[in-house]
Structure formats: C-alpha cells, structure tokens
C-alpha cells in the first residue's frame, strides 16, 4: 500500500513538472446548443476552436430550483470487476434516472483477482460505505450528497475504522475499507456489496470473520472460500492481527462497525471523489493532483447560487477534438459559470449518460474503447405525473420536399417526464393538412417552413404541440466520387446526395438512383460495375434530377508514331529506305541503314517532334536489327534524360517489344551504338496504352467582384503567375486589367495581407492539410477582420474537401456571423456548379483549381463561366 502511495505522489510530481511547461491553448471562437432532454435536465453542447485544435465538450445541466433531484453513487452490479457507467443506471431504471457520470479514479490489481479495481478516494451508495477514503489528509475532494438532500464538495478524511467488541468493549483497528492490493499486511475490511465470496485459505495464517446484522456469524482459520451475501461484512487478517482477533472476538459476539470520518457516515447519502479541485469559490486552485496533457475529462461542479450542477465531459482522442488539460478544462468550466468543480476520472474512464427526449437512456459520450468503472454519480428525478402536458415531436429539423422522414410523439407531463398515452385521441397535422403517422413516416410536400401540430384530446384534457420544420427543395444530386476510374472487372461503391443551392444537403438511397444505360459499365443499388473501356461523363438520375460523374475504364491502344514518314533527323552516313513490306498499320515500314562507320561508334535518330507520353503506361513497337545495339532515350519529368536498351534484338526477323513509360514524360530518340561497320535497324509502328482517365477540364483565372463597379472593388486571382497563362487568357485578362483594383497569384511564397479602403484579403499557409494548422494569429486576425463591415477574401493554400466537417463549420459559422460579404478562396477537385451553404454561398472550380465563396445575408452570388473565367459578384 505504502508503495503504491509512493508511486501515485512521484507521479502526481511529474506530471505537475511536466504540466508546468504545457503552454495552455487560447479560445478563438465558441459555439453553443442548448436543448431540454429531461424534467429539469438540459443537454449543452460547447465547440470550441483554439489555438491548438478543435474541442468538443458535452454538458448536463440540472436545474435544483424544486428540489425534484435525488442522487446517488452507482456500483457495478460486481463491484470489484467494474462496469460501464449505461449498465449501471439502465439497472436503476425504476428510480426515473435522468443523468450519470463515472466517477472515482480507481487502482487496477495486477496481484491478484479477488478484487481487481478499487477506488483511490471515498465511495458511498444509498448511505454504506463502498471505499474509504483516501490515506492522505485533505488530498482527494469529494462530491458529497448529504441526507438532508444537500450538495457539498468537500475533502472527506478517514479518522479511524474499527470492529469494537460491545461486551468487552475491545477495539480493533483496520486499515482500510474494500481497498485490496492482495497485501494482506493490514487488516482489511469488505462489504458483500463489493465482493461475492471470502478470500479463502490463499495467505498463511489468515483469519476472516465474518459479520451479519451485528453479529459475527462465523469465525475461519485458513478455511476455503465460500459465497458472502451482499448484507454481510468480511474482516480479514494475517499475522499477529488474525492473532489479536482469535483472541478478542468468538462466533454469536455482538460488534460494531465503527467508521469515523471528518464528514459523519450518517448524514452521508452518497459520496465519490476526484482527484482535485478544478474551481473552489470561484477561482482556480493549486491542484492537489494533475494528470497532464490534453485528454478526454469529466468534471462535476456547482454554480455560485447553487441553482445548476453540471456533468461534463471532454471529447479526446478521437482525431477530431483534442481534449483539454486540467488547467484548460478549469478555465472552461469557470467561464460557464462553475463556482466550485472537482475532477473526476477521465481519458477513456469518460462516460456521460443521459435521458433523452424519447424517454430511453442515451450515451452523450462514451469512447469506443471505453473501459468499465468502479462508480458513477447519477441523478434521479422524483416528481412525475399522469396527466399529459405537452409533446416532444421527434423528427429531423431539416428536410427535402418529397422525402420520407421518420416522425415520432411522445408525451410529456408537466415536470417533461416522458409518459404513456393512447394514440386514437392524436391528430398529428402539417400545416393545415391532417397526416397519417401509423407507419412513422411524413413526406412534406412544399419547401419552405411548415409546422407539425400534434393535437390529444380526450374525455379528460387536452394537450397541444408544435414544431416548425425547415423544408428545402431539392435542385442538386450530387455523389461522393467527383471522378472514377476503374479496371474492367472491378466496382465501387457510390453515394449520392440531394442538395439545394443552400448548401443543405441530405444522403439517399442509392438504390433509388437510375444510371444511363452502357454495355461497359453497369450500376444497380449503388454500385458500379466496369465491364469495358470506356471515357467519358456518366448521367445519374434521381426522380427529376441528374448528374455527371467523369469516368475512365481501362486503357486504350492508340497509334503515337507511325514512322512512315521521315520521322527523325538523320546524321551523315545514315540512310534510310521505306520498304513496301510493314508489320503492323503502317503503309511502310522505316529500314535505316548504315555504312562505312566506325566500328563502335554511335548516333542518333531524334525524333523531330519528341512522342508525348501523357497518360501513357506503356509502349509497344516491332523492330528487328543487324550488328547494333539499340536505345530508347526519355526524358523525365523533372527534365533529365534517361536511356533504356532494347535487348534480344533480332535480324530479318520482326519481334514485338513492350516498355513500361508511366515514370517518363516523352519518348526524344532512337540511340544505335555500332556493332560493325554496315547494318540496318527496321522498326514499325510505335503504339501507346493509354489509361481512360475521366475527362477533367481546367479553369484558370478567378475574379472576385463585391459590387457592379468593377473598377472600384473587384480583384483577380491567379493560380499561378501571370506569365504563365495560355496565351489567349493573358489577352484576355490584359484587356481587363484596367477594370480590376489588383491581381494576386496564389503560388507566392509570401502570400500577402492586405488592409485597404475597399475590402480585406488574407492568405492563410497550413503545413498538414487542415485549418488546425493556421497559426493563433491568423485566426485572430480574422476574427478581427470579422468584425469590420468591408468585404473579406480569406485565401486557403489547401483544398476545400479536405477539410472535415468540424473545419468547414468553424470557417462557415464565422463568416456567416459577419454583416459585410465575405469570401473564401481555395484549392478543390470538383467540377464547375454554383452552391450556396446555408446562407454562405459557393461557386466550384475545376479540377484542383479554386474554390471561392461568399458569405452575407441580404447579398446573392452569380457565377458564370467563360473561357475558362469564374466570376463571383453581388447581385440583387
């Protein structure tokens, strides 16, 4: 015990070294959902955008104003083995259960199974003692709910435990409660609510004594196991201890179990500690224990007027939110107005468990490599009522016209308990127009907001409810894969999406999607099926809407040079005859002789136009040769030459050769080392396998225009220098130049910041593809720029789509917050449409060019595209 204690304090000093030099984050934006789940209960959903990374915090808040609340600390139905914190309130589930939280930290055994984890600090259930609390004074803060239906947060001291003898009035000292490491050095005493059966005759000289009703029921001396009954205790001893007990205590003794602690056991209900104070009056304490770093938490705390208690849990780990240290989760807890707070265990010990609006137990958090617990806290509501007082409607807040959706209702009384009712006296009504919901399912017929009324008359009351729907209309399908190429042979599997020019947008059944018909593909239920080669766009179609997916199937064998002509250029002492014999597709054959050379000299044919090898993977030529060797020369993509002999060469006699050119960028000469003074090599048509990749264009310049006024508040993007646009789109955008404010070209390595009279630009650098990565100034500097009414264009340096959701929302939710429009310029893989997200609108650009948006209420986007121009501008 002494070692374990030991190891928790160097512990607890390194990770407090280690914390010391943690630089915390700084809170850039914040986002809050509040939605009531239960009588008094409210769900609170935080996201957080920091310096550091995206947080995801999720709270119970409980209203105390009526006294309604019960609560209690929940074991596992087998204590010592632990249990997940749903399991042990769906067990409690008559006691109308409305919130929970894990609990305690715990020590796991490694010495032995008879009890495998025990918490560090004090447990109480229903008023009996489940652990006592911890060895060291004033270390391990509690949450205490008193009998006389108080909240405290307090430390909790063990004084003293002791088995006391009533007749002779002998007092035996024990160690701890139900605390086990499988040392029996101190005498231990169990509850039969913690453990199932005695320890047995696993240590030398043990004596366990055990005791019902104040009773000791039986006396055993290095005795086998036996079964303990959940009202019983068990005392356990070794050495001179057992000693003492075989002499102070005999089997019918009438003892007492006295538990002293600084707070009394009696006026305690229910009690289970963290390991400090996170908050104490307001104001965030030295912590007594800090596990450091940015994890998963649970934290359970009070307001100052003691009106709200709050369950809380951190997200973590999980690749999307990144957790918070103890410090950070203090700040945060202080800023939603904790008074006083502890922390409970977390990492994946983090469970939050809830009623929701159905009446069912709901896992607000709960990691899926969740490990079970020793205890949880709960809250239990004890008002209810028969009476109906008011719906929940329970059905998506946003919806297509013409769509199913599931709705469901269920009936609330006046403290929102969720309650029984008979479904012949509802009327359930959209708008007007009465539905039928045997069958749970509704299909809004018009878009815009229409409102679902359900009406329960009956001969008692009467009860009303409504909740308003946003209905969009369908214009967009859209699928996942904004490109496909595929083998003949091979599938893949395909998702499809309504969309409307919002930006709302909702998964179908692909099953329900139809494909045009084409004997070199098939699709049905969503997948793909290639058959044969194939390039082109392929038509998708859902009810009265299409799109266009670009597909490439396998490769084609395509005729590159034919060498029918005087393809190369020849030097002195080379001719060449153009024989009437070919061995392929040519008219003739290319049969190049040589004389009167050096013997191991060598020349070259070049090639007057070298052969391009985009998209090629392979090459495939007939050629036979007298007295040399033979080379094909490349260039690779980064400029350089590379030669690759063509061996086994044959005279008089055609042979097929193929090479694999994927890794080259064209095909410059034919290089011919002598073998003798008089030859010949004879070649024939030089085929390419070209791989079918769907067709995808290119869009190359990109203006922003804010008003009709071009000349005053437009600007022009360029994906790369100007310089380096084709020639009859630098023309263009010469013509034009006068009528733009100024140009940028994204490709600078110090991309600009620019505060002028007319509108504001940023360009943000990332370093692994996400927004995570934009430094605490950057962020800053646009939610400065937020706040001012001009136009804003914030440039991104990475692709739209890869960011997630949690990004795309920070980015949208902040530029939609705005007054004046704004804009976001970025990288994308899709294809050319105009979209609008919610109220940020989008115009899509082509094949990993730009994407830009902008985002205001009262302002519309026009796109067009011309000539490979995306304009964005303010219409009215």
């Known amino acids: 015990m002494k070692r374990f204690f030991g190891f928790v304090s160097l512990a607890t000093i390194v990770s407090i070294f280690i914390s010391a030099f943690a630089k915390p984050h700084t809170e850039i934006l914040r986002f809050k959902t509040v939605q009531q789940i239960a009588p008094r209960t409210y769900y609170e959903k935080y996201e957080l955008l920091t310096d550091e990374g995206f947080v995801d915090i999720n709270c119970i808040k409980l209203d105390l104003i009526d006294g309604g609340f019960d609560f209690d600390v929940l074991k596992a139905n087998i204590a010592n083995t632990g249990n997940f914190v749903y399991n042990m309130v769906y067990r409690q589930s008559d006691r109308n259960p409305v919130a929970a939280i ?27 003692i489940l652990s006592s609390p911890n060895n060291r004074q004033n270390t391990f803060p509690a949450f205490v709910y008193t009998t006389s239906n108080e909240i405290l947060f307090d430390y909790i001291n063990g004084l003293s435990y002791k088995l006391v003898n009533v007749a002779t009035g002998y007092e035996f000292k024990i160690a701890h409660v139900n605390k086990f490491t499988g040392d029996l050095t101190y005498p231990i005493l169990f509850t039969g609510e913690y453990v199932q059966k005695t320890i047995g005759n696993r240590y030398r000289g043990i004596v366990e004594i055990i005791i019902k009703d104040g009773i000791i029921k039986e006396i055993r001396e290095q005795a086998p196991a036996i079964d303990l009954d959940k009202s019983e205790y068990l005392l356990a001893a070794t050495g001179n201890y057992a000693k003492s007990l075989l002499k102070n205590f005999k089997t019918g003794d009438r003892v007492e179990i006295k538990i002293d602690l600084s707070f009394p056991l009696e006026k305690i209900k229910a009690a289970a500690s963290g390991n400090t104070f996170l908050l104490k009056d307001g104001k965030i304490p030295a912590f007594t224990h800090e596990i450091a770093g940015r994890h998963p938490r649970s934290a359970i705390g009070i307001d100052k007027t003691s009106r709200y208690l709050y369950f809380v849990s951190v997200d973590g780990r999980n690749g999307k939110s990144i957790g918070l240290t103890q410090t950070e989760l203090a700040g945060f807890l202080q800023s939603i107005g904790i008074w006083t707070a502890i922390n409970l265990d977390g990492g994946d010990s983090t469970q939050l468990v809830a009623k929701d609006n159905d009446g069912t137990l709901k896992a607000f958090y709960n990691r899926g490599d969740t490990r ?98 946003s209905v969009y209309r369908p214009e967009i399908l859209d699928t996942d894969k904004k490109q496909l190429y595929l083998l003949p042979g091979e599938s893949a ?28 593909f ?60 070919n061995r392929t597709q040519g008219k003739y054959s290319n049969k190049i002789y040589f004389s009167s050379l050096t013997k191991g000299k060598s020349f070259k044919l070049k090639f007057k136009t070298p052969v391009d090898l985009t998209s090629v993977n392979e090459i495939s030529f007939d050629l036979c040769a007298k007295n040399v060797r033979v080379y094909f020369g490349f260039r690779m993509p980064d400029g350089t030459q590379k030669e690759v002999e063509i061996n086994s060469l044959k005279s008089d006699n055609f042979k097929s050769y193929s090479l694999n050119v994927e890794s080259y960028k064209t ?66 955008v010469e013509s034009n130049l006068g009528s733009y ?36 100034y950057q962020w800053i500097r646009i939610k400065n720029l937020s706040a001012e009414k001009k136009p804003l264009i ?38 050319t449409r105009v979209e609008r997200y919610d109220t940020l609108y989008i115009g899509y650009a082509s094949s990993n060019k730009l994407l830009a948006k902008s985002s205001t209420k009262s302002v519309n986007l026009a796109c067009d595209v011309e000539k490979g121009y995306i304009y964005l501008a303010r219409g009215y």
Not at 420 to 437: F, G, M, N, P, S
Not at 452 to 468: H, L, M, N
Not at 696 to 705: F, H, L, P
Not at 721 to 731: A, Q, R, S, T, Y
């Open 372 to 469: 079970k617990v020793f205890d949880s806290i709960a809250a239990f509501y004890k008002y209810t009522d028969d009476k109906i007082a008011t719906f929940y409607i329970d059905c998506p807040d946003r919806v297509f016209a013409g769509e199913e959706y599931p709705v469901k209702v269920y009936a609330k009384d006046r403290f929102y308990n969720t309650i029984t009712y008979d479904a012949v006296y509802l009327k359930v009504y959209q708008d007007a127009y009465e539905i039928d919901i045997k069958d749970g399912v509704f299909t809004p017929y018009k878009d815009g907001v229409v409102t679902i009324s359900c009406v329960y008359e009956d001969v008692y009351y009467k009860a009303f409810a409504q909740k308003k729907i």
């Open 667 to 732: 095909l410059e000469y034919i290089s011919v080392a002598l073998q003798n003074t008089q030859g010949y090599i004879w070649i024939d048509n030089l085929t390419g396998s070209i791989v079918n990749l769907p067709p995808v264009e290119d869009i190359k310049q990109y203006v922003a225009k804010f008003s009709t006024n071009l000349a005053k508040t437009s600007v022009i993007f360029l994906t790369g220098g100007f310089e380096n646009l084709p020639g009859d789109i630098k023309k263009k």
């Open 522 to 581: 098939e699709f049905k239920d969503g997948v793909f099926r290639a058959k044969s080669d194939f390039q082109g766009f392929v038509t998708f179609t859902y009810k009265d809407l299409k799109c266009s997916l670009p597909v490439g199937i396998g490769q084609t064998t395509k005729l590159l040079r034919s060498f029918d002509y005087l393809a190369f250029d020849f030097p002195k002492g080379v001719s060449m005859f153009l024989s009437s014999k």
């Open 102 to 128: 894990n609990a305690n930290f715990f020590y796991t055994n490694t010495r032995t199974d008879y009890n495998r984890i025990w918490p560090i600090g004090i447990s109480v259930s229903g008023g009996r």
């Open 493 to 520: 599997n395909l998702r499809f999406y309504i969309k409307d020019r919002l930006g709302h947008f909702e998964e179908i059944d692909p099953g329900k999607v139809q494909a045009e018909e084409n004997p070199a």
């Open 741 to 776: 404010l100024k140009y940028y070209s994204l490709e600078k390595e110090n991309p600009p910041y620019e505060k002028n009279e007319k509108f504001n630009i940023v360009f943000l650098k990332t370093r692994s593809g996400s927004v995570l990565d934009f430094s605490f």
């Open 794 to 831: 914030v440039v991104l340096d990475i692709p739209f789509e890869r960011l997630n959701q949690n990004e795309k929302g920070m980015l949208i939710r902040l530029l939609k917050s705005r007054k004046a429009p704004s804009m976001i310029i970025c990288q994308t893989g899709d294809y």
